[in-house]
């Protein structure tokens, strides 16, 4: 029998606020344990949360690029759970009334596209943090976390593959960075993701029992844990055991799944309304007033590059994959106004300096105007392209200018015709056995020779007018 995987993904993304949810505590990653915490957020008996009215802005603006339809009421609800780090006992979530339902986000698989629905996008508070000593048995509780503003994404089970997956979790961070509400950097913890996946035989409609994995820090590791489970949940079946419902953690060192405890039922955390905190209602003018700060989307911006620029699918698609990178694109192509080749540059020799230091765009030594001072040197003949891809890795180790470089170590192309002949007759002169190959029709070394003149010129002459002046005086 055959199965097919059925995955649905809880993403949760910190918001990037000041503040906190419901205390004034910096959101500031990095500072010492225990720094940004107050009463509130670690939990204190009579202590009184007020909503940070951002972190709604906020989620209505996920909402709105997601296509959901907004609530125009919502309640936040406590759900109980006991854990170290979870000063008071429960979180404040959103469960029966979320802030917005019923969205979609489309991804690109194998030249189509698909819609992964999603299911409701709720407000939450997140917990602290667990740090464990290496050298005792004894964890240690930092609160900076707790009451750090989330809004969990809660997918539809569209996801038929680990591959399909990634796509949505990378299509998700893409629009949260688009829209600036999160930096989505799943190593920090500003985005984090659980999957449920199960199995049924291909055909049948019910789902199969399903397990929930945690601990993924990666775009890699959630494709690498539900790659390991659908290899693991298929075994049982064929081998006539049953898939017992659990939460399983993904060992990055190990690369397996393993137990972490039978899976919690929403019963299970005695979901109700909490008192201290009042209905969220929003009305359209608060919605129409997020809509009209919305900036341009992914999707829009990437037709946008196809029509306006005359890009391919994939290199439209590249260039949006970030905002920094696709706003450095349109700079450079206003400053030298040939998408293509500015397009070129960018994926090819600029991208290969960046992934050689792990850096973004936005880190580049490189700005658009060096970028675009670099191709028009090209353009005007000043150096040539092959001269050009060494200038870049000169100015990208220097931060000096294309320009500078050119004039610091004379290295501007020849195009005087009369300089590069005197040096193709010298050329010629020097290799009387070439010449006559050559003129006997053996017109390979042709390229020999004009080696040797470009040898002679320090790689200087213009290649173009190098060929055109040997074929001219050898008659070819």
């Known amino acids: 029998m055959e199965y097919e995987a ?25 500072a010492p344990p225990n720094t940004h915490s107050c009463p509130i957020c670690i939990g204190m008996p009579g202590v009184l949360p007020v909503l940070n009215r951002k972190v709604v802005e906020f989620a209505i603006k996920m909402a709105l690029a997601t296509h959901c339809e907004i609530a125009p009421f919502s309640v936040f609800a406590r759900k109980h759970y006991f854990y170290p780090d979870l000063p008071k006992g429960y979180q404040i ?7 917005a339902e019923r969205g979609w986000v489309e991804i ?8 992964i629905g999603i299911t409701r996008i709720h407000l939450e508070e997140d917990a602290g943090k667990l740090i464990h000593d290496e050298n005792r048995p004894v964890s240690y509780v930092d609160l900076n976390r707790a009451g ?3 809004i969990e994404i809660v997918s539809e089970p569209d996801i038929r593959s680990p591959e399909e997956a990634a796509l ?10 688009y829209l600036e509400i ?3 950097n799943m190593e920090e913890g500003s985005l984090r993701c659980d999957a449920n996946i199960s199995l049924r035989p291909i055909g049948q409609e019910g789902f199969g029992v399903r397990t929930e994995l945690k601990n993924m820090n990666s775009f890699r590791n959630v494709q690498k844990a539900l790659e390991f489970e659908i290899r693991r949940q298929t075994a049982l079946l064929l081998d006539g055991h049953e898939v017992v419902q659990e939460t399983r953690l993904w060992d990055t060192a190990k690369v397996i799944t393993v137990t972490m405890r039978g899976k919690e039922e929403a019963h299970d955390y005695r979901y109700f309304p909490d008192p201290d905190l009042v209905p969220v209602e929003i009305d359209n003018t608060w919605i129409d007033r997020v809509k009209a700060e919305l900036p341009e989307l992914p999707d829009v911006k990437c037709a946008r590059f196809e029509e306006q620029y005359g890009l391919s699918g994939y290199d439209a698609s590249a260039l ?10 349109e700079e450079c192509v206003v400053l030298f106004p040939n998408p293509k080749i500015v397009s070129n540059w960018i994926m090819v020799e600029l991208f290969r300096l960046l992934k050689q230091e792990e850096r973004e765009i936005e880190a580049s030594p490189i700005s658009p105007a060096g970028l675009a001072e670099l191709l028009k040197l090209i353009d005007n003949g000043t150096i040539s392209g092959k001269m050009a891809k060494a200038i870049l890795e000169q100015a990208y180790d220097s931060q000096k200018s294309p320009k500078e470089i050119v004039e610091e170590q004379g290295v501007a192309q020849v195009n005087d015709e009369s300089t590069i002949s005197t040096v193709v007759n010298q050329i010629l002169a020097a290799h009387p056995k070439e010449v006559e190959k050559c003129k006997g029709g053996k017109t390979r070394i042709l390229g020999f020779l004009v080696g040797q003149v470009m ?9 173009q007018k190098v060929n055109e002046l040997l074929r001219k005086a050898l008659g070819v």
């Open 93 to 99: 979530s959103q469960y029966d009334l979320p802030l």
């Open 6 to 30: 059925v995955i649905g993904l809880e993403v949760h993304v910190q918001l990037q606020t000041e503040t906190k949810i419901f205390c004034p505590c910096s959101t500031t990653f990095g």
């Open 182 to 184: 999160s930096d989505g």
């Open 320 to 329: 949006t994959a970030s905002k920094p990178l696709a706003d450095y694109f």
């Open 148 to 150: 750090v503003p989330l």
């Open 108 to 115: 690109a698989i194998n030249g189509h596209k698909k819609r």
């Open 168 to 177: 949505y979790l990378k299509k998700v961070r893409q629009q949260v960075r």
């Open 455 to 463: 040898k002679e010129t320090r790689g200087q002459a213009n290649p």
